[in-house]
């Protein structure tokens, strides 16, 4: 398997433009997340879906942030418009439930994104 | 809300020397517990976790933890340290206390290794 794959790696884009993120996760899982890390933040949950609808966007900063699952295999994340304080690393995750109940999430390599 | 903190944002430690990266946690349910590692520019990668078993989890790379409840830690160890070993490290716990509700993250550890 080829792991989580996110695209774009690196994203340096101007204040005000639309950004977009995407995310293949593994194959059969079921269970998709979008996190966002700062320095200053951490490791931050924004979003997570179950079987491609939206469960918890609770971590969702604000409306200028959206995020979509149109089937099982595809993701995006959206900011628009994007801002300095958006400038992070975002990554997404899936999982599956196991018979233990512990969801082991897999992360993909992220992305870097810089909003000047 | 569960949640973990990890106490030392920086460690150090001599090549061969023993590891010792602490977490405590804070959970209204038995807790899931992990310790995830990142190597700069890369996601994170799973070491171990522990999920109401052996209260010792072994992980990958010669890592294991210890879930103690009476003292709510869930100490990460390693008995020689690697130069490989140098990176972040975060311990998290499920967010329901299990589930797949998703992850809450310590503000990680960055382990440094001194030749």
């Known amino acids: 398997d080829a792991g989580v794959i996110q695209s774009p790696r690196h994203e340096v884009t101007e204040m005000g433009q639309e950004v977009t993120l995407r995310c293949k996760p593994i194959?059969?899982?079921?269970?998709l997340f979008w996190y966002r890390q700062t320095m200053m933040r951490g490791l931050e949950l924004l979003i997570y879906f179950n079987n491609n609808v939206p469960i918890d966007d609770s971590g969702m900063p604000e409306d200028r942030f959206s995020a979509k699952m149109p089937n099982a295999s595809f993701s995006t994340l959206k900011i628009q418009p994007s801002e300095p304080r958006d400038s992070a690393v975002y990554f997404c995750?899936?999982?599956?439930?196991?018979?233990?109940?512990?969801?082991?999430?897999?992360f993909g390599a992220g992305s870097r994104l810089t909003v000047l | 809300a569960q949640s973990v903190t990890q106490l030392g944002s920086h460690v150090s430690v001599s090549e061969g020397a023993l590891v010792l990266l602490r977490c405590n946690y804070s959970?209204?349910?038995?807790?899931?517990l992990f310790w995830y590692v990142q190597y700069p520019n890369q996601g994170l990668q799973l070491l171990l976790k522990?999920?109401?078993?052996?209260?010792l989890v072994k992980g990958i790379n010669g890592f294991e933890a210890e879930f103690k409840k009476s003292e709510t830690s869930f100490h990460l160890t390693k008995p020689s340290a690697h130069m490989s070993d140098a990176a972040e490290y975060f311990c998290?716990?499920?967010?329901?206390?299990?589930?797949?509700?998703?992850?809450?993250f310590g503000k990680g550890t960055h382990l440094i290794i001194q030749p």
């Open positions: 194959s059969g899982h079921d269970y």
């Open positions: 995750a899936s999982t599956s439930l196991g018979p233990a109940g512990a969801n082991v999430l897999t």
């Open positions: 959970s209204s349910v038995p807790p899931y």
């Open positions: 522990y999920t109401s078993a052996a209260t």
């Open positions: 998290a716990v499920s967010r329901s206390g299990g589930g797949a509700d998703g992850l809450t």
